[in-house]
Structure formats: C-alpha cells, structure tokens
C-alpha cells in the first residue's frame, strides 16, 4: 500500500495560454493549495471600521460581516492593518490606542476589549489565517502633533531625543530608519504582538522610506555624514537602514515562534531595466522599490529575511508603463524559493480614468489566470475589501462563482518546517441513516511541528484511492484547533462504496503523509468498514 508523497505542492495550471481574453468560455481547474486574501485597511477608516468612535459592538459586527463575505467569496486569508500611523488596534505598553479606532488617539474602546485578539479568533473561527499587517515607519498622518496620544513617542520623548527619532516629511512625521533606537523600538512593537497574540504572520506594507514629494528633501544628510558606516553613496546607507530593521523583525520572529510567517508587499516595481539593464524590468514606473523607497526587497528574499513577497502589481494586463503580465513575470523569477502572492487593484475597477482596461469586467478574472498558469505564483491578495464587498463589477461574484467556489488551502513552506505533522489515521467507521461518521488519532507527537494544526478530508467514490488535486474530491477542512477529531459526512448515498483518505497540516501549513485509505460502504441504518480491499 503506498503513500502520498509528502509536501504535494498542488498548483494547479488554470490555463497555458499567456493569452487569457478566451480563458472563461471553459471550465476552470481550482488548485486545491492557493492563498486567497483581502487586505483589511484601517487608516482613514478605508475599511474597518466604517468610522471612528463606533461602539465595540458595533465595530465586531462591522468586522464579523467582513469575514463572513470575504469567507462566502472563498478567501483563506485576512491581512488587517493593526499599526496605520504609530498607533495600535490593541492595548499596548508601546504604542497608544488608534484614533481611527475610537475617534481619540490614546482612547481605549469603551466598553474595553481587545480588538485584535477578538479579529484573530473571528478569523480562525472562519478557517482563515490572520496576518498582522503594520506600517513601520509612519509616525503620523498630518502634521497635528497636539492631538497624539501623550504617550505617542513624537510627544513624550524630550526634543533632543525627538530630533534623533523623527523626520518631517511633506505633511507628515516619519520614524527615522537611521536611528539604532527607533528600529529596536519597532522591532520591539512587532515583539510585543507575536508575544501575546496568535497572529499567522506579520506583514509590512510598502512604505519604508517616504514617496518622493515634489519640492521636498529628505533631511538625513547630517546623520549620514555622522555615521555612514563605510557607504560611499546615502542611497546605500539608506538602504541598509531599513535592511537592518528587516533582518532584526525576522530574526525576532523566528526566535519566538517560527510559525509565524513574515512577508512584506513592496510597490509593484523594484527596478526599471533603463535603470538596472541586467535586473530590472521592463517597465517605466515613475518610482521603484530599489532607487525611491530604497527598499531592497530581493536582498530579503535572497537571504531568507521575509518568507513571502506580496507586490503591489496594481495595473491591468497591457498597461504600457507597467503591465501585470510583465510584472507577474518578473517577480516570478526573482523569488528565491520565497512564495509570490500578486496584490491586486481591486480598487481600481470601474474607478480609473488612466487606463481603461480597469472597465472590463473580466479583468481580474485574467490577472488571477495568469497567476495560476505560473507555478511561482501562490496565490492573491486585493486591495481592498471595499471595493469587493460592493461588487463592482460583479467581482464579488466573479469570486465566488467562477474563481473561488472551492475551498483552497494556504500553501505549505516546507523550508520553515523541520519535520511534517504527524500522520493521522483513521481509528473508528460508525454511522446513522443519514451519514458515515469517522473518527482519527495521530501518534508520536514529539515535537510542535509534528502537532496537527487542522486536517483535510478526502472521499473517493467507489473502493480506490483517486485524484487528490481533484476539489471535488475534497470534502473539507477541519477548524483549526479542533479538539475533537471527528466528522461526520451527510453527503453519502445508501448502497455506494467511499475511500476516505485524512492528511494534516502544522502551523507552516506543511502536510503529512496520507492516512491509511479506508474503504467504506453506506447502508441503510449507518455505515460498515470493509475489513479488507485492495486499493490501486
């Protein structure tokens, strides 16, 4: 009786056709492994909540109501933004309460509650991960310094200690990336959330170093000149700040829990090839990661700082300055062995007067086609959850109907797992009229990535082992978490054999071997096991 192989990656090919305007008129292939996520914005209130100063209650069903959508729309995968402006979307000794949550920086929610944590549980709940996304370096989001929170760093640390931590920039104050003290005060404010909360990853957006502004100069000459640590150019000196900020949040990360993934979602660009001939792409973006936000982003990858890259790609398929084909292209083949999630422009349709590809409503349908024909690309994330949540277009249902109508699972890194969870078997068949009911253990658990985080269940007609890459043959996926480890199948029909099949996941999302296949036959007053088959 042979075994699955371990660590299937199941990225099924949607289409090969670079040319996806015909993909829709057949029948589509869903992968069985693909991140689907929305980012949750809260800055401005974009998406959550729909104001500031709500009641708590009004802000869990707000966010309940999110979830439920985004789970309907298929989506395994939330990315909400905890940190917007130096702020928090939970108590912290470290940074003050958001004014976007509660209308005051600095006011707890009244009646108090922990909003993060309530959103973690919401999500797990829903079987989707929750990835805590934060804006490192934005101090603020105007220059009105006398309404922060007196426990805002930009108001409580003495002027001369201020001078060190903060630069204005056009209308805003940023954390200084140069300064050793601001970056172990934001790597300790990420500390503080890996600690007590059970988020599935951090997530960095792309602001690092501001967007140029015209007629505005970054005023870090002086600090550079002080201590330019052996750069011949600021530029570079630039860079290796905000390097050294992501290598100290991975390397806290994985010395507190390595389950926790971190990934970062750069502007869609990293280089134009008119500026790097050998690795930049051919595009002509008006800033880049690499010259503009002096974000090295490959650096990351390529030395194992960030374990995913989700980019910004936000034009349509033939947008000249910057086509999506292009750039899915390029960022595919710069991954290092990273998993590439394409961030899409969900906002941009029906709402862009550059480029009119944006009111076609099968654009997103062609994007995430394209992704699926690339076997680099992992899966989707949209920017954001309002556009989705009013359907323009008909994406939502595009999502639901066409894109998304099975269940998928979060990818698998095998590279941060040492082992596999342990293999689960199948230890008792009953049944009633009306369903088979199985029951499953896993032994020899030593350590915690052999611990099962959730399962998948497969069920193959007739008395043999089919087609895992096959959704139908999926019947779902446990909760996380579950303490019982017990299903029951209503879907049976009286008279016809099934082979059950149980595989685990851990927290890296990495699979087990495949239980032993147990062939079972629905009766008419329950189910019976077959003592002994032979499976091919």
Not at 232 to 245: A, F, G, P, S
Not at 430 to 457: M, Q, R
Request: charged share 20%.
């Amino acid at each position: 009786m042979s075994r699955l192989l371990r660590s299937r990656r199941i990225l099924t090919l949607l289409i090969a056709s670079a040319l996806v305007a015909p993909l829709f008129s057949q029948k589509i292939t869903q992968p069985v492994a693909e991140l689907r996520g929305a980012w949750v914005s809260t800055v401005a209130n974009i998406d959550w909540p729909s104001a500031p100063g709500l009641s708590p209650e009004r802000q869990r069903v707000e966010f309940d109501s999110i979830l439920d959508v985004l789970k309907a729309m298929g989506m395994n995968a939330v990315f909400v933004q905890i940190r917007p402006a130096g702020d928090a979307f939970y108590p912290s000794a470290v940074a003050p309460w958001s004014k976007y949550l509660t209308d005051v920086q600095g006011k707890a929610p009244d009646p108090l509650y922990d909003p993060l944590e309530f959103m973690i549980k919401s999500a797990h709940a829903r079987r989707m991960e929750f990835h805590a996304w934060m804006n490192p370096y934005r101090a603020s989001f105007d220059l009105d310094t006398a309404s922060l929170a007196p426990t805002h760093p930009l108001r409580s640390l003495p002027e001369n200690r201020k001078s060190e931590w903060f630069f204005r920039y056009g209308n805003r104050y940023y954390f200084n990336p140069a300064s050793a003290l601001v970056r172990q005060y934001l790597i300790n404010v990420v500390r503080d959330v890996v600690v007590r909360y059970d988020v599935d990853g951090i997530h960095f957006d792309d602001y690092f170093y501001p967007y140029k502004e015209p007629g505005h100069v970054l005023q870090d000459m002086n600090d550079y000149a002080s201590n330019p640590r052996g750069f011949i150019t600021i530029e570079d000196w630039r860079r290796d700040n905000v390097d050294k900020l992501v290598e100290g949040v991975s390397s806290m990360i994985k010395s507190i829990k390595p389950y926790v993934r971190f990934g970062i979602s750069p502007f869609g660009v990293w280089r134009n090839a008119d500026q790097d001939p050998i690795n930049g792409s051919q595009t002509r973006a008006g800033i880049t990661c690499y010259d503009d936000l002096y974000a090295d982003v490959l650096k990351w990858m390529r030395n194992g700082w960030i374990d995913y890259v989700a980019p910004q790609i936000y034009w349509s398929i033939g947008f000249p300055p910057a086509d999506y084909q292009t750039l899915l292209e390029w960022w595919s083949k710069h991954t290092y062995g990273k998993h590439l999630y394409a961030g899409h422009a969900a906002y941009k349709i029906q709402n862009n007067e550059v480029d009119p590809n944006w009111n076609k409503p099968d654009e997103i349908k062609r994007q995430v086609a394209l992704n699926r024909s690339n076997s680099a690309v992992h899966g989707s994330i949209y920017f954001s959850v309002k556009p989705l949540l009013r359907n323009a277009l008909g994406v939502q249902d595009s999502l639901m109907t066409v894109l998304y109508p099975n269940p998928a699972r979060v990818p698998g890194m095998a590279w941060l797992s040492k082992t596999p969870p342990a293999t689960p078997q199948i230890c008792r068949v009953g049944g009633s009229p009306s369903s088979v009911k199985l029951a499953w253990h896993a032994c020899d658990i030593a350590t915690s990535d052999e611990n099962p985080h959730y399962f998948a269940i497969y069920r193959f007609d007739g008395q043999s082992v089919g087609d895992f890459q096959n959704p139908r043959n999926l019947i779902t996926y446990t909760p996380f978490y579950s303490e019982r480890w017990i299903f029951e199948d209503p879907t049976a029909a009286e008279g016809e054999f099934y082979t059950y099949v149980l595989v685990a996941y851990n927290r890296f999302n990495v699979e087990s071997y495949s239980s032993d296949p147990v062939v079972v036959k629905k009766t008419k007053k329950g189910a019976r096991k077959k003592k002994k088959c032979w499976l091919f």
